[in-house]
């Protein structure tokens, strides 16, 4: 299991922009792929992003793709997502989440998940 830690969450207007950053506890983080999830006030928690063990690969989901991207540094043991062009609807606890994998037509967590931190947009 991998212990994260999540920090850079906050409010802001829309249009800003913001940097989560997820550290990890382990040497495992170099081995498993990473990434976000978020969770808005009465929806289900849903996949954001997702970087490959290597940092060679990332993705997105739709409704953030193009604004937010992923990345991770091996020497900090630490994943970041860079929000840019905030808005009303990406507000939500962000969870930081190791070990992401395809399965069954979505993304999903087969490890740890961060405490979360919340992420508010105002208009």
């Known amino acids: 299991q991998v212990d994260l830690v999540e920090s850079g969450g906050g409010l802001v207007q829309a249009g800003d922009s913001l940097r989560l950053s997820c550290a990890a506890s382990r040497s495992r983080f170099s081995n498993v792929a990473m990434g976000w999830f978020r969770q808005a006030p009465g929806k289900e928690r849903e996949f954001v992003a997702y970087?490959?063990?290597?940092?060679?690969?990332?993705n997105y989901a739709d409704s953030v793709k193009g604004r937010f991207a992923v990345s991770r540094d091996a020497a900090k043991n630490t994943v970041y997502l860079q929000m840019n062009s905030l808005k009303e609807e990406d507000t939500a606890v962000y969870y930081c989440?190791?070990?992401?994998?395809?399965?069954?037509?979505?993304?999903?967590?087969?490890?740890?998940w961060g405490q979360g931190i919340q992420v508010t947009v105002s208009s």
């Open positions: 970087i490959a063990r290597s940092g060679g690969n990332t």
């Open positions: 989440a190791s070990n992401i994998r395809w399965y069954e037509g979505a993304y999903r967590n087969f490890d740890s």
